[in-house]
């Protein structure tokens, strides 16, 4: 019963899903808004967010922010386990921050505590490795510690919070370690973007601080699910495309598996041509694009920025089964006027 009144209240959405799109909403977008303190890398303290009234209404608990973060399919969430110092006696002494795992060891620093903000006092830089960012999850999923200042969270990726410093947490791509390039880069949208990227010339972050990348499915899966027929007729769904290519079933963290556009980018030629690229510690590419030009700008002032179609190799259309639909900068297929004018689906986690 008490399931149901969460369902109820949550539009039919499972507690779970609240949790994590509250979670999701407040540490990418709404932390600088609802006054919550946050570090350059997008940490806040677990106390300070159960605090965050939208979860407080949903009366969150520790264990359901744990369960959040460990069960999140595409690990939107990356978690520190830092014990607090023994309190310090006046507010404004320098307190001296623990580590407990050797990725962490140069957490080890001092940070100001501030007046009646115990819980904010532990907030420092954490490991800038992926893989040292993943281990310190993993080992903060696992501590036995039912404090929850003792604990940092943040979102992996998706930030539109402008503080948020996307070197100080993010792997940089580069063509020195081609090694580390992943083969497939694609960018996922809907028919009814599609004419305005077209139009634009390329990607634009549209309010975040990057465009968005995954690292499949790759262009011979989807391909294949074109060639056998999967999604014709307007029929497609990922189940169906499953079938055909295995690539195509599997959870992808960077792009909605409903995506009927893919944008298919060569990673090598944009590097080469100036247009930085970072790795989240989940796996999503991302890009903040290239100033269009020295004038003009966003509200802020900044320069706008586009990842421009001319790194783009192939776009393909996968939901009713056009397939390529434009390539090296030659349009192949219009898409219908029936597809265009139609909204994207609604979104699912």
Known sequence: ??????????????????????????????????????????????????????????????????????????????????????????????????????EAEHL??????????????????APTSSEGQQNATQQALTVKDSDPSHFLIRATQGHSIKSVDAASFLEPLSLADESK???????????????????????????????????????????????NGAGHGNTSTWKERAAVAPDEGRVISGMRRDAQVLLYLDLRKALAAGCPFWRSENGVILSEGVPLSKDGGDESGDPQRLVSLDFVDVVVERKVGLGKIWERGQQLQELPANLTKRGPPKGRR
């Open 108 to 125: 080890a620093g001092t940070v100001a505590a501030e007046e009646d903000q115990p819980s904010t006092s532990v907030l420092a830089a």
């Open 1 to 102: 019963m008490p399931q149901n009144k969460d369902r109820n209240r949550g539009g039919g959405q499972s507690r779970e899903v609240q949790v994590s799109k509250a979670l999701s909403f407040l540490l990418r977008h709404a932390a600088e808004k609802e006054g919550l303190k946050m570090n350059a890398q997008g940490y806040a303290n677990v106390m300070d967010v159960m605090a965050w009234r939208k979860l407080k209404s949903l009366k969150v608990t520790f264990p359901e922010i744990i369960q959040a973060v460990g069960s999140s399919d595409k690990k939107r969430f990356a978690l520190l386990h830092i014990p607090s110092a023994q309190p310090s006696e006046p507010t404004t002494q320098t307190t001296t921050v623990p580590v407990t795992t050797p």
């Open 181 to 227: 390039l992943p083969d497939t880069v694609v960018h996922g949208t809907f028919h009814a973007a599609w004419p305005a990227i077209m139009q634009s010339g390329g990607l634009r972050c549209m309010g975040r601080n990057h465009v968005h990348f995954a690292t499949g499915p790759s262009l011979e899966s989807v391909l294949a699910v074109h060639k």
